[in-house]
Every structure is written in C-alpha cells, then in structure tokens.
T-cell receptor
Framework: DADVTQTPRNRITKTGKRIMLECSQT?????MYWYRQDPGLGLRLIYY???????NKGEISDGYSVSRQAQAKFSLSLESAIPNQTALYFC????????????FGPGTRLLVL | GNSVTQMEGPVTLSEEAFLTINCTYTATGYPSLFWYVQYPGEGLQLLLK?????DKGSNKGFEATYRKETTSFHLEKGSVQVSDSAVYFCALYTGNQFYFGTGTSLTVIP
C-alpha cells in the first residue's frame, strides 16, 4: 500500500461548487503540505502543517482552506471553485526530525468548468 | 527571497547521451538542495540531495554538486536511458519550506 494517498485521483466540478481533496499518510510524519502544479510554473505551496494544531499559509493560499483532522490526515478545500484552480494537486509529508525529504502522494487532477 | 531557476525544456536526447540540466538558486542562509523526479502519472520522488557546500549527491547514475560560489546545483548523468524519461525538479529547503523550480521535461529516444 502507498504511504501517501490522495482521494479523489480525478475530479471534475463546476464553478462555485465546494470541493474537498483528502490526503492520508501511514508514514507517521508530523509535517504535511499541499501543493499545486501548473504547466510552466512548477510546484507552488498552498498550505502546510507541522502538527495537528498548526496551520500555515503558503505562497498561494487565497481561495483555499485546510483542515488537519489528525496527524495522518490533511484536507484541502476549495470553498467556491473557479476555473483558474484547475490544476494537479499534490500532498506531501515530511518527518520533523529529518525535515529535508518530502514524500509525495500520486496527485489529484482537478478540472473546474 | 528564496527561489530556484532551472533550465527550460523540453530536452530530447538519444539513449547513452550525456545529460546536464542546469539549476541555480537564490536563498538566505544555507539551504539544502535537491533534485526530484516525476515519472508520468506519478508524484515526485527524491532523486538526490546535498545539504552543504561542496557536497555531491548521487543516485541511479545521476550526480549534482552543491556549488555555493556559483549558487548552482546542476544535474548530470553520463549515459541516459529511455527509462530516465521524466520531469526533473530542482528544489531548495530553508528549514520551513521547499521552493521548487519549474521542472525540466526529459525525453530519451532509443
């Protein structure tokens, strides 16, 4: 089984809809991250969390919110989706003691019509 | 601020050719440097890393040396294979966040 899983893997939604992307990990890591990937822009950090009660904004947090329900779960929400949020979304984890290596999930491909 | 600039692609090479993908960075302090690889349909995987100046990271025949004087971390491989076709990302880590380059797509043809 994969160490970092994301659901759904693909999603099509309409402008204005609320959508949640979920990430779960079995690595026991305390740090979790959400990125989006766009062609020509690489990966950009949306939010990150170093512990269950810790939430931090990344480079592009506007239009997104997150919830760290447990150490193993980190959800990303789009409260009112818009077409320019169409992208590939990745969750990643890292060990707070060995911070420098991130482990990525397989990604969620989101299309907002 | 912190940023990573890497060579634009796409890059197409014949099998057994020499590969260089350039990466330069801007950072405050002393970051760690990384190369990640993304195979089609998958998430990113760590390829190699270097945590201080003059360190050389290596894995699967790929190498990169942390050059503080030129703020560079160029990726090299002496003889590429078709299985190396992927997107390669250079990244730096400052203690809180990773900063990724835009990615370089490599296609190796037989």
């Amino acid at each position: 089984d994969a160490d970092v899983t994301q659901t759904p893997r693909n999603r099509i939604t309409k402008t204005g809809k609320r959508i949640m992307l979920e990430c779960s990990q079995t690595k026991g890591h305390d740090r979790m991250y959400w990125y989006r990937q766009d062609p020509g822009l690489g990966l950009r950090l949306i939010y990150y969390s170093f512990d269950v009660k810790d939430i931090n904004k990344g480079e592009i947090s506007d239009g997104y919110s997150v919830s760290r329900q447990a150490q193993a779960k980190f959800s990303l929400s789009l409260e009112s989706a818009i077409p320019n949020q169409t992208a590939l979304y990745f969750c990643a984890t890292a060990d707070g003691l060995i911070q420098e290596t991130q482990y990525f999930g397989p990604g969620t491909r989101l299309l907002v019509l | 601020g912190n940023s990573v600039t890497q060579m634009e692609g796409p890059v197409t090479l014949s099998e057994e050719a020499f590969l260089t993908i350039n990466c330069t960075y801007t950072a405050t302090g002393y970051p760690s440097l990384f190369w990640y690889v993304q195979y089609p349909g998958e998430g990113l995987q760590l390829l190699l890393k270097a945590t201080k100046a003059d360190d050389k990271g290596s894995n699967k025949g790929f190498e990169a040396t942390y050059r503080k004087e030129t703020t560079s971390f160029h990726l090299e491989k002496g003889s590429v294979q078709v299985s190396d076709s992927a997107v390669y990302f250079c990244a730096l880590y400052t203690g809180n966040q990773f900063y990724f380059g835009t990615g370089t797509s490599l296609t190796v043809i037989p």
